[in-house]
């Protein structure tokens, strides 16, 4: 009997771990083009961000609804303060994203962004008490060697300023808080929180510009952000159940790489030497030291360092 439930159980988990793979990799590819999205339509990053926010929230909460019931949002709202930090986080770095688009290159806010899993070792050695592996020491070193070399360029690079590097920098640590925020409440899903977020952010925007006025002429391409951020958001919260965080962090740096291609390609936008420099060693410090992380969890299961 037991021979025979052994090999169902190893299939179970295989099953589970592609199914993982494809569902993340599937929101990783609908995250892709947000920025050339944000590129594409000509008008105030606020009034982007509000219809961005808008659609997705709305389209998100209706799969909750329709998947998890009626009660699924107010289960999340009684979750306590890491549920309602994650949400106000999320729901701050959200348009925080498509104002550092506004104000610098693509290059430069995605290969910031990619600083958030030091970001979040870094909160959860503080708010969690976790231990900073040696993985990790030299991790941090490289990566924010490479953001160094992305601010400094900067001052040279066409179409980048270091106002938008520093908001895409507050984005990455903002994102991390919410992730960080998310690890205390394991036990429950977290996707009801996200049209909270998406939703309350967009509220709050209405109040300070004129998100009517943009609409008319392009609202073809704010339905299809926000069908696109909507996919992305669903996808990218149950994938990553099924997967490490080393293999999410990894499937993640594609979005990295393929976003200022995509944006170069349609738009033009030549990410500049410094840009791609400084992008080139993060992403290689981060697939070398989640490679790692993947064959010691390998070689022993629950391993960290």
């Known amino acids: 009997m037991l021979d025979t439930l052994a090999p169902r159980a ?9 199914k993982g793979l494809m ?22 990053a606020l009034a982007i961000a509000f219809w961005r926010g808008l659609f997705a929230g709305l389209l998100v909460l209706g799969l909750v609804t329709w998947t998890m019931g009626r009660g699924a949002v107010g289960n999340v709202l009684r979750a306590g303060p890491p549920a309602w930090g994650y949400m106000v986080l999320y729901g701050l ?12 290159s693509v290059a430069n806010v995605v290969f910031i962004l990619a600083a958030m899993p030091v970001f979040a070792t870094i909160f959860s050695r503080i708010w969690l ?28 690079q066409a179409g980048a300023h270091w106002t938008g590097d520093l ?19 394991r036990a429950q899903s977290m996707l009801p929180a996200v049209p909270v977020a998406l939703i309350g952010g967009a509220l709050l925007i209405q109040l300070f510009v ?9 609202w073809p391409l704010f339905l299809g952000h926000g069908l696109f951020i909507a996919f992305a958001s669903g996808l990218l919260v149950l994938g990553p159940r099924y997967l490490s965080s080393a293999e999410v962090a990894l499937l993640l740096l594609l979005e990295t790489t393929l976003a200022p291609l995509l944006v170069w390609a349609v738009m033009g936008e030549d990410p500049g030497r410094w840009t791609l420099l400084g992008g080139a060693i993060m992403i290689s410090v981060l697939v070398i030291s989640n490679l790692v992380a993947l064959r010691r969890r390998r070689i022993r299961p629950g391993a960290g360092g």
């Open 23 to 44: 569902i993340t990799a599937l929101g990783v590819m609908f995250i892709v083009p947000d920025a050339l999205f944000v590129r594409l339509i000509e008008a105030e």
């Open 10 to 18: 190893h299939d179970t988990a295989m099953n589970n771990h592609l």
């Open 210 to 218: 004129d998100v009517l006025a943009p609409f008319a002429e392009f």
């Open 129 to 156: 008490g976790e231990p900073i592996v040696p993985r990790m020491v030299w991790t941090m070193v490289g990566v924010f060697l490479g953001l160094g070399v992305i601010l400094i360029g900067s001052k040279e």
């Open 167 to 185: 908001v895409a920098l507050g984005v990455a640590l903002f994102f991390a808080a919410a992730l960080t925020c998310v690890r205390q409440v």
């Open 93 to 104: 770095s959200a348009p925080g994203f498509v104002v550092a688009i506004s104000l610098t």
